[in-house]
């Protein structure tokens, strides 16, 4: 069977050693899986992290930081930039090549774009891949009502 990305989720959240490693960081992970590409690097900044995590810079510095301390990101510092790229086995998520329905359904649909860009506040970040999820199932029951 072809591991996607949500089956490689389930599978490193399955463990315990990595759960207390993303800890309290979850908000900041679930935002890198979501936004990296295949090149497992996501450059970004403060501003731009505090306005789409809806979080202060003190609160992401920690999150950073938590990752950084349990080995689940390396961080490479610019002049007023920072480079998150995952470490093993966290990269499976964003260098793997199959993606399920969910996924594509994700990044295709545009009502679903809109829907997750309402839901990606740090508050809701848990529920995107269960809503995602859920869309892709709903999409499967309406193509076996027609």
């Known amino acids: 069977m072809?591991?996607?990305r949500w089956n490689l989720l389930s599978n490193l959240l399955l463990q315990a050693e990595n759960i207390k490693a993303?800890?309290?960081a979850w908000p900041l992970f679930f935002f890198l899986i979501f936004n990296m590409d295949k090149t497992n690097k996501f450059c970004t900044n403060y501003p731009e992290l505090t306005e789409r995590m809806v979080a202060s810079p003190n609160t992401i510095k920690d999150w950073r930081d938590h990752l950084v301390q349990h080995q689940v990101v390396k961080v490479h510092k610019g002049?007023?930039?920072m480079s998150f790229v995952l470490q093993s086995p966290y990269d499976s998520l964003v260098t793997c090549e199959q993606n399920d329905e969910a996924q594509i359904k994700m990044t295709a649909d545009p009502a679903i774009k809109r829907l997750l860009g309402k839901c990606s506040g740090?508050?809701?970040?848990p529920l995107l891949p269960i809503i995602a999820e859920m869309s892709a199932t709903l999409e499967d029951?309406?193509?076996k009502i027609v």
């Open 2 to 4: 072809n591991m996607t």
């Open 22 to 24: 993303i800890g309290k």
């Open 79 to 81: 002049n007023g930039s």
């Open 122 to 125: 740090y508050e809701n970040m």
């Open 141 to 143: 029951l309406k193509k």
